[in-house]
C-alpha cells in the first residue's frame, strides 16, 4: 500500500491542468496519449516507474519474454508502424518488447507528455468543478476532466506472508522488480518461491547458472513447450502482406488472436482425434493452441479432464523421477482456471543433479529464517531467495490509491466485496473516470494489445462524443453497472475458473474477496457489445 492522505484537495492550488490524465506509461498509456494529442485534448501520462513500458519496464528477471506471438502483441493503430518495425523471435523477449515500447515513444514523440518516478496518490472528484484534482509523489496537484487509469492488470506486486520473512540475511530478489543490471547467480545456491508464470520462465536460467537451486512449489502449473524460434521473414513478409485482414479477424476473435477454423466439443471426436488435436496443440507452442483445440475445455469438467490427462502424460514423460514427475503434475484443477504458461525447458530443468523441487503439500514453508527457508524440521540454507510469487491482480493497482468520487465515496470501500464496473471500463459514482482493460472486461483473458486499441479507441470516440454534444461529465448508470456486474458474474460461473484458487478469482491475496475479475464474454462479442453502447448514445451512461 502506498501512504495514502485523504484530506481534501484544494483546487486553488492546482499546479497543471489538463482535459485528460493518463495514470500509466504502459502500451495503453503512450496509446492513448498519442491519440488523444492528435484529436486536440490536452493530456498527461504520469507513471512511477522511470520510463515507458509498464509490465516490460519492471518484470526483467531471466527469461521473460511474452507468451502472446509478438506479431500478435503489437500495435496495429499504424500500418507504418507495423510495417517498419521488426520483430526476431516468435516469442519476443523483454528487451525486444521494452525497446519496441520506447521506439512507439520514440516515432510519436511522447516523451514531453509523460512524466516519470511519479506516482498517483490521491484522486478526488470535486463535484462544484465538475473535475478531478489528483495528487502525486512528486508534489504536483492537477486538476482534470478526466482521469484514466491506464494500470495494466498485473502491476500490484505481492510478497508471501511467511513468518521472518525480514530475517533472512541473503539476498532477496522479486521477479516483479528485477534489478536493472540483472543478477549473477553463478556459483550460489538459490530459492525460488512460486510456479506461476515468471517461475516458470526463470528457473531453467537460474539453474543454469546457479551451483543449485531449490523450488518451493505450493502449487503446480499446468506447462507446454513454447517452440520458440527466430522468426523466418518469409513467413512475417507474408502476414505483414495480409496485416489488415489478421488484425481485424484477432479483433472478432474471442481471445484477441485469430485462430483457424471452429473447433467442435470434445467428445465429438474420437479419443484418437482427441489426442492427435491435443498433439498438436502442444506442439503449436501456442497456450490457445492447446486450450482452444475444443470449444468446451474452459466448460465441461470432463472435457477438460481429458486435456489435463495429455498434459499430465506429457510431463511424466520429461521428468526422469517419477516423484518429482508426480508433484510438478497438476491434479486439483482444470487446466486454463490458473493462467497456464508456456516454457523453455521448465520440467527438464527438474532432471538436472543440482535442482530439487519441494513440495510445499507435503512440506510446508514454516518460516524464512536468517541463513534460508524452514520445511517441516528441514533448514535449506541459500544464498538468494528468488519471490516469484504473483499479484494483487486487476484491482490492486486501483485500490492502493485513494480514489474519490462522487460524495467522497472511495472506491476501495466501493469494491468490498468485489469490483463493481460498467463494461469494465466505467465507475457508478466516479464520473469521467476510465479504466482501461480493467476488471470485468477481457483484459487478462485475451491478448492486451487488442484490448487495449479497444478501450482506447472506445474511450477516446466517447471523450470527442461529449466534447462535439457539449457534455461535460459522463457517469455510469447505477442499473447498467448492476446488470453488467451480474452478466460478468453469471458468464464467469458457467466456466471451470471458480474451481482454481488463483488470481482470476482473487483468491492469492487472503482477504481478497472470491469473484471472477475478468469478462470471458470474448473479445469479439465484448466489443460489439461496447459499440452498440455508443451507437445508441452510449446507453446506461448519464451524459450532463
Ligand atoms: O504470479 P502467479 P506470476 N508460499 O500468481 C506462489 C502474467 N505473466 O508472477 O498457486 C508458496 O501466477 C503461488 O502458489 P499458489 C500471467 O498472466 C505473464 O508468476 O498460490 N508459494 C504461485 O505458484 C501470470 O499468470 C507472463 O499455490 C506461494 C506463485 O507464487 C501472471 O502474470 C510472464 C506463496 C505466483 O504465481 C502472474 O504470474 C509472467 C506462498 N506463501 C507473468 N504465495 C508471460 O507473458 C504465492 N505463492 C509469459
Not at 535449506?380 to 474519490?404: L, N
Not at 468520487?405 to 469521467?432: C, D, I, Q, S
Not at 487478462?444 to 462524443?465: G, R
Amino acid at each position: 500500500m502506498t501512504n495514502v492522505d485523504t484530506r481534501p484537495l484544494n483546487a486553488d492550488e492546482a499546479t497543471a491542468t489538463y482535459d485528460v490524465m493518463i495514470v500509466g506509461a504502459g502500451f495503453a498509456g503512450m496509446y492513448l496519449l498519442h491519440k488523444l494529442r492528435g484529436l486536440g485534448f490536452t493530456a498527461r501520462v504520469f507513471d512511477a516507474a522511470g520510463g515507458v513500458g509498464g509490465t516490460w519496464y519492471w518484470n526483467r528477471y531471466p527469461g521473460a519474454r511474452c507468451d502472446v506471438m509478438s506479431i500478435d502483441y503489437s500495435f496495429s493503430f499504424d500500418p507504418e508502424l507495423e510495417q517498419e518495425w521488426q520483430w526476431s523471435e516468435k516469442y519476443a523477449t523483454q528487451p525486444e518488447i521494452l525497446r519496441y515500447a520506447n521506439h512507439v515513444a520514440d516515432r510519436y514523440d511522447l516523451w514531453p507528455d509523460m512524466q516519470f518516478e511519479t506516482r498517483i496518490e490521491a484522486a478526488h472528484w470535486n463535484e462544484g468543478l465538475g473535475r478531478w484534482l489528483v495528487t502525486t509523489s512528486a508534489g504536483d496537484l492537477v486538476s482534470t476532466g478526466h482521469v484514466v487509469m491506464a494500470v495494466g492488470t498485473l502491476s500490484a506486486p505481492k510478497l508471501p506472508e511467511i513468518p521472518g520473512i525480514e530475517s533472512y540475511q541473503g539476498a532477496t530478489y522479486q521477479t516483479q522488480k528485477w534489478p536493472h543490471e540483472g543478477v549473477d547467480f553463478t556459483g550460489k545456491r538459490v530459492a525460488v518461491i512460486g510456479t506461476g508464470s515468471s517461475a516458470i520462465q526463470s528457473i531453467p536460467l537460474i539453474a543454469a547458472q546457479a551451483t543449485h537451486t531449490t523450488v518451493f512449489q505450493r502449487t503446480p502449473n499446468y506447462s507446454m513447450p513454447a517452440g520458440n524460434r527466430p522468426l523466418d521473414p518469409a513467413e512475417v513478409a507474408t502476414l505483414k502482406a495480409n496485416y489488415r485482414d489478421y488484425r481485424q479477424r484477432a479483433k472478432e476473435s474471442f481471445f484477441g488472436v485469430p485462430i483457424e477454423g471452429e473447433p467442435k466439443l470434445c467428445f465429438e471426436a474420437t479419443e484418437e482425434e482427441r489426442q492427435a488435436t491435443y498433439q498438436a496443440g502442444w506442439d503449436s507452442g501456442n497456450l490457445v493452441g492447446l486450450i482452444g483445440g475444443f470449444a468446451d475445455i474452459l466448460f465441461n469438467k470432463e472435457a477438460n479432464d481429458t486435456a489435463a490427462e495429455f498434459i499430465r502424460q506429457q510431463i511424466r514423460s520429461i521428468v526422469d523421477d517419477p516423484e518429482t514427475a508426480e508433484a510438478l503434475c497438476p491434479k486439483d484443477y482444470p487446466v486454463g482456471t490458473k493462467r497456464p504458461c508456456l516454457d523453455t525447458n521448465y520440467y527438464q530443468t527438474f532432471n538436472k543433479p543440482n535442482v530439487r523441487l519441494v513440495n510445499l503439500r507435503q512440506t510446508p514453508i514454516t518460516e524464512i529464517t536468517p541463513k534460508g527457508i524452514k520445511v517441516g524440521d528441514e533448514e535449506i540454507e541459500v544464498d538468494a531467495i528468488v519471490y516469484a510469487t504473483g499479484f494483487d491482480a486487476m484491482t490492486g493497482s486501483f485500490t492502493r490509491v485513494d480514489i474519490q468520487g462522487v460524495g467522497g465515496v472511495k472506491l476501495a470501500e466501493e469494491w468490498t466485496n468485489g469490483p463493481r464496473t460498467y463494461l469494465g471500463v466505467a465507475m457508478t459514482g466516479f464520473p469521467n473516470f476510465w479504466a482501461v482493460t480493467g476488471p470485468q472486461s477481457p483484459s487478462v483473458l485475451s491478448n492486451m494489445m487488442v484490448s487495449i486499441e479497444q478501450h482506447v479507441d472506445w474511450i477516446t470516440d466517447c471523450l470527442v462524443h461529449l466534447r462535439d454534444k457539449g457534455y461535460t461529465t459522463i457517469e455510469a448508470e447505477a442499473s447498467a453497472q448492476e446488470a453488467w456486474v451480474e452478466h460478468s458474474n453469471e458468464l464467469g460461473n458457467q466456466t471451470l475458473y471458480p474451481l482454481a484458487n488463483s488470481w482470476y478469482m482473487g483468491a492469492n491475496v487472503p482477504g481478497k474477496p472470491r469473484v471472477f475479475l475478468p469478462y470471458i464474454g470474448g473479445c469479439g462479442p465484448y466489443r460489439e457489445r461496447c459499440n452498440e453502447v455508443a451507437a445508441k448514445g452510449y446507453e446506461g451512461f448519464k451524459l450532463a
